[in-house]
């Protein structure tokens, strides 16, 4: 399983460092796929094994005037391969278009990146009903390759991002079982994950891992989370 860390902009240079030394204990003993997103200023070169360090974002581009925004070159030197594309807080917050998504997508696929891409519906779509938001979440797939080798999907809700709200297990089996036909791609949940729902979501069939906020924050519930999902493949 798939189990990403997304810190957004939390926890400074140094936090992430003790973060990921703590972290990579557990993950070394893991048999699980760990993947963490800090904060741009913590990016550097970790020595770990164990954990795949990501960018939460990058301009696509190599080098230029892109004032305040992050390139190829800067990730290179960090040997950063793995990049998060289409998480609501930059589409809803930051307002990146499906357009420009896409443009990122076909820029780091270009480039061989990891791409952890998010799709998920607002509270009023969800609230109109399944079709409603399958013809939302649809549109979030226009122009992404779905058949990218190194592309993980990660399915979150609008309203359960960092709200400790969800939905049901079966509501997350039933959206996941129609995003599966959509794509083959690993398919993690995100919204709303913690230590005392990970078991039960990650126990859902085509769920395929967990992309965590706020509860990974804590390293020691990021890494039962782990766990879990190392009980459960062991079950599998
Ligand atoms: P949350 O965030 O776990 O705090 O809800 C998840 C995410 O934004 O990826």
Known sequence: MIIAANLKTNLTRSA?????????SFAEESSQEVLVFPAMTSLDSFETKSITIGTQNAYPTQNGAFTGETGLEQL????????????SERRHI???????LVEKFNYFKEKGFKIVFCVGEPQEIREAGKEA????????YEGIDTEYANLI????PVWAIG????????????????LKKKSSAPLL????????????????NNVD?????????YVEHFSQMIQYADELSQIK
């Open 209 to 217: 891992g967990v992309l965590v906020g706020s509860a990974a924050l």
């Open 133 to 140: 938001m399958l013809t939302y979440i649809s549109k979030q």
């Open 76 to 87: 290179e030197e960090f040997g950063i391969k793995t990049i998060l594309i289409g998480h």
């Open 153 to 156: 999907i990660a399915y979150e």
């Open 94 to 100: 930051l307002g990146e278009s499906q357009e420009f």
């Open 16 to 24: 992430t460092h003790k973060y990921i030394e703590e972290l990579n």
């Open 163 to 178: 709200t400790g709200l969800t939905p049901t297990l079966e509501d997350i089996a039933d959206i996941h079982a129609e």
């Open 189 to 204: 949940y995100g919204g709303s994950v913690k230590v005392n729902n990970a078991k039960d979501v990650l126990s859902v």
